[in-house]
């Protein structure tokens, strides 16, 4: 399997702007969120069990005991020296610009650690931030802002407590773009009263305001949440393998070229994890999705219409396989969201381009 054949993936852009591999080392800084200290929200997201995606748990070791282990688990499974330092749990630009200044600096000191992800919420990154990162940037430093969306429908995010909606993502992401400070985007499939139109639309918008990087991954219903009821209770139904896999390569055909994914599925810690079950096995979903892809004969843009190819692009072997066998990129299907909110979708359209 090689995904990378496929799918633009931020593996491969990396290597092709660094000319090696480049690893990130996932971090919790110890922060919390605004929307479980009061301050947006109590509770957090109906999905929300933090531990899900913090590797340590929240006692976490310190950044740079976390920083060592990281790279002694990079290095026995790659040879990659250098690293991005992944800001994952919680909210990491929720606290002042002094402290977010002094901990993104440790964990840049390391010569090996070219540049920051830092993982936050839309509603949550005031203009002193954009200034850090931009000014980071500038310096030279491989910068990426993760903004966590979910779902582009202002009612789904209600539906799961998210705190904020649609009209901050579209305000950040463009005021960090504007910046010149690459936005990756979290969207999930599987969220409770959505559908594949939801998905497809959620996509549309994420892609018309602009962004540089995507992530998807299934829902995963983990303990201790408010989800974790809802599905015991029959009024949550999980997606099944074969669905997330379909869904998630007529997604990625739909996004264009240049776009760089960082992740198209993801896992919850074993102990914490209800449902899917299928959602553990990390590789067999990749595999599942590039079996998808080459079944189809197709990869990332096959089905979009705005390809645009910036110069690392150019250099993926995405560019150069689609230039080689001369495919036509076809017409983005129909799909977007109504004047009453309500998203409308062409499916068969989308199989056809397919
Ligand atoms: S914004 Fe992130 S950290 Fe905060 S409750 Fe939601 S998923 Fe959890």
Redesign the pocket.
């Known amino acids: 399997m090689v995904l990378s054949n496929r799918i633009n993936t931020y593996g491969q852009h990396l290597l092709h702007r660094y000319g090696e591999r480049v690893h990130k080392i996932a971090l919790d800084a110890g922060m919390?969120?605004?929307?479980?200290d009061g301050s947006k929200?109590v509770?957090?997201?109906t999905?929300?069990?933090?531990e899900s995606?913090s590797p340590n748990g929240r006692t976490p070791p310190t950044l740079q005991e976390q920083l060592a282990s990281g790279r002694r688990a990079i290095l026995k499974r790659t040879r990659a020296t250098k690293y991005i330092a992944y800001f994952q749990?919680?909210?990491n630009t929720y606290a002042k610009i002094g402290q977010l200044r002094a901990l993104y600096q440790e964990a840049l000191a390391d010569p090996d650690i070219i540049g920051l992800s830092v993982?936050t919420?839309p509603d949550c990154v005031p203009t002193e931030v954009l200034d850090l990162l931009e000014e980071f940037r500038a310096n030279g430093l491989e910068i990426v802002l993760e903004l966590?969306l979910?779902s582009a429908f202002d009612e789904t995010l209600r539906r799961i407590?998210?705190?904020h909606g649609l009209a901050e993502y579209i305000a950040t992401a463009t005021a960090a773009r504007q910046r010149g400070i690459p936005v990756c985007t979290h969207l999930i499939v599987g969220l409770p009263g959505e559908n594949e139109a939801h998905y497809h639309a959620s996509l549309d918008t994420v892609l018309d305001i602009g962004v540089d990087g995507l992530k998807l991954h299934p829902l995963h219903v983990v303990k201790h949440t408010l989800l974790a009821q809802e599905w015991r209770q029959g009024q949550y139904i999980p997606l099944e393998r074969d669905d997330y896999i379909r869904i998630a390569a007529d997604l990625i055909e739909r996004t264009p070229e240049h776009i760089v994914y960082h992740r198209v599925t993801g896992t919850s810690p074993k102990d914490i994890l209800l449902a899917p079950e299928w959602s553990s096995q990390k590789w067999n979903i990749l595999n599942g999705i590039e079996r998808e892809l080459r079944q189809r004969n197709s990869r990332q843009g096959t089905a979009c219409a705005s390809a645009q190819f910036s110069p690392d692009a150019r250099r993926s072997p995405i560019y150069r396989a689609i230039q080689s066998d001369n495919r036509p990129i076809n017409r983005a299907p129909t799909a977007g969201l109504g004047s009453d909110g309500q998203s409308w979708f062409n499916l068969e359209e989308l199989r056809h381009v397919a």
């Open positions: 919390t969120c605004p929307n479980r929200g509770g957090g997201c999905f929300c069990n933090n995606f749990a919680y909210t993982g919420r966590g979910q407590n998210r705190g």
